[in-house]
């Protein structure tokens, strides 16, 4: 070999060792990002956790509640996630309030559920904003007054931000109808009751498209529904809903009565609707505000 190739042959050595430093840095950065992240992410919670809940013991919740949220979201304004009551239909103590926190959240504790005598489990689906990059947790208390925990770390940026739809004037008109049916949960006869809300649920975060301008928060802060005098669920949450809220939950089949809902936002404005007991779930109409 002469010298010219033994330099030639040195040279492709070190480009082909650049080449995989290059691509392990390519590769590596992400990780360690990603990795640090999550690590922030973590200290958030402890934060959070001395906040809401001081001196409580919480377990893994892994046999008591499962949330199923996407790693990597579509779309952060309309992120679908369900949580799912692992220990309906059991002897154990059933579960009687969720938190839902979404850690990276300018308001992190999203929402609280409670759940009574006619719900059929602790069940639940509905759509939230993501920020940024976070772990989503669910917390349970059992009527035991144990704690569980369970998450999920999610993908998604931008979602508390993200602009609001064009015709805001049309949203805010039709603001307060609400729809109830019923919905097939997979390919069983199992169903759920799905409840939509006509709101645009706007953050405080958000630019008006047409006007440049942040619009005030305004937003749907509280549901309740019942069925006849029993207690489904009362829930409490923020902007972390997406707009024009919708919420999936069981309702017991022995439970009598028309089912009501009654809905107010942070400006106190305030939507009722009932629906007649034979008619739950097959009729649309609009609420009515006051």
Same mark, same amino acid.
């Given at each position: ?57 919480? @377990? ?31 002897? @154990? ?10 850690? &990276? &959240? ?15 489990? @602790? ?33 998604? /940026? ?81 902007? /972390? ?13 022995? @439970? ?35």
């Amino acid at each position: 070999m002469t010298a010219r190739s033994a330099a030639c042959a040195r040279w492709q050595r070190q480009l082909a060792m650049g080449f995989m430093v290059v691509l392990a840095a390519v590769f590596t950065l992400p990780a360690e990002a990603d990795v640090q992240r999550r690590d922030q992410d973590e200290a958030a919670w402890k934060s959070l956790r001395a906040e809401h809940f001081p001196d409580r013991s919480i @377990a893994d919740g892994e046999d008591v509640i499962t949330l199923d949220a996407p790693y990597r979201a579509e779309d952060p304004s309309v992120v679908p996630i369900t949580i799912t009551d692992e220990r309906a239909g059991t002897d @154990a103590p059933p579960i009687r309030r969720l938190w839902l926190v979404i850690d &990276n &959240n300018p308001v992190p504790m999203s929402a609280r559920f409670d759940f009574g005598p006619a719900a059929e489990s @602790a069940t639940l689906a509905t759509r939230v904003r993501v920020n940024s990059y976070t772990y989503m947790r669910v917390i349970a208390e059992t009527a035991d007054q144990k704690l569980y925990m369970v998450k999920k770390y999610v993908k998604a /940026s931008g979602g508390c931000s993200a602009p609001i739809g064009r015709d805001l004037d049309a949203a805010r008109e039709n603001m307060g109808q609400m729809r109830l049916r019923q919905i097939r949960v997979g390919e069983g006869d199992d169903r759920r009751t799905q409840l939509l809300i006509r709101h645009p649920n706007i953050t405080g975060l958000q630019m008006d498209q047409l006007t440049r301008l942040v619009e005030p928060a305004h937003f749907v802060d509280a549901i309740n529904v019942r069925k006849g005098d029993a207690l489904v669920l009362d829930s409490q949450m923020t902007f /972390s809903l997406s707009a024009n809220p919708s919420l999936q939950f069981n309702v017991r089949d022995d @439970a009598r009565g028309a089912l009501s809902v009654h809905v107010h936002d942070n400006k106190d404005q305030q939507f009722k609707q009932t629906w007649p007991d034979k008619q739950a779930g097959l009729s649309q109409s609009n609420g009515t505000s006051s």
